[in-house]
């Protein structure tokens, strides 16, 4: 509490100067203004973490997901959903995903991709690339459909990331989880993204955050990964679907429809 005997002015000055040293104390080194526009610690980084998930033949991890929608009176709705993601390089993945308005799983065998949402017993199955690179192509441009941090299974993560970018700087240490991790983030040019990654010998990433700058309201989508096995023991029979007894076959909409939905 300030004394009585000061002025307005000389306690005007004085709450300017408390919170100026506020500022300093909380505001990280590495939002100074003379920061380089691309930190080369933060792109050394992202390398070394593409470089390790490249080489690994198989992983298993766990994805808790945070996904916003922006209503059209601007508010913002999030869901979540968790996810368990199995991925064997060069051609098959499996994606159990549970959450607020969906329980769906994915299946890719390496020649076929099968949704099967288990609420309404509905499942859709569509030919596919042979490579986990170009099913992940296809099933965003010709299916509209965009798994949940499908950024980080691609075999060059690095080049995917960088396309766009335009600033990128390392904000600080930090922990995720009880995981000690280095804070990367980097702006472009219709997104801006943030991603937490192991420190040690382990580069894995453990959190992802996605801002969209182009649609209203900037909706985030945000990723806490956890509990990875790179060495699973994985049969190759879990990514082929076999629809149950009780279910309906549909169809995937044709591109146009999934193109004027999004429209609506």
Known sequence: MYATGLSKAVRLSLAIIWIALLGAISQP????????????????????????LANLKQ???RGATTMEYVLDNGQKIQFTSASDVFVQRPNHARANRVGDVTAVDFFYDG????????????????????????????????????PPAADL??????????????????VSPSVVGDTKTHHLAFRGKDVD???????????LPRKYLIVTKGTK???????ELSNWNV?????????????????????????????AAKQR
């Open 217 to 223: 309201g900037e909706p985030e989508f945000g990723v």
């Open 153 to 170: 299974l691609y075999s060059d993560v690095y080049n995917g990331l960088m396309a766009d970018v335009t600033e990128a700087r390392y």
């Open 29 to 52: 080194k590495a939002f100074a203004a003379d920061a380089a526009a691309i930190d080369p610690r933060a792109t050394e980084l992202l390398k070394k973490m593409s470089d390790y």
């Open 111 to 146: 020649s076929t991709i099968s949704l099967f949402g288990k609420q309404k017993q509905y499942y859709a199955t569509a030919p596919a690339p042979p490579t986990l690179d170009e099913m992940l192509d296809h099933i965003r441009t010709r299916l509209g459909m965009e």
């Open 59 to 61: 992983f298993s991890v």
């Open 231 to 259: 060495s699973p023991k994985i049969d190759v029979a879990m990514f082929k679907f076999t629809p149950p007894a009780n279910a309906t076959k549909v169809e995937f909409l044709p591109p146009k429809e999934i193109a």
């Open 193 to 203: 993204f943030q991603i937490w990654i192991e420190d040690g010998d382990r580069p």
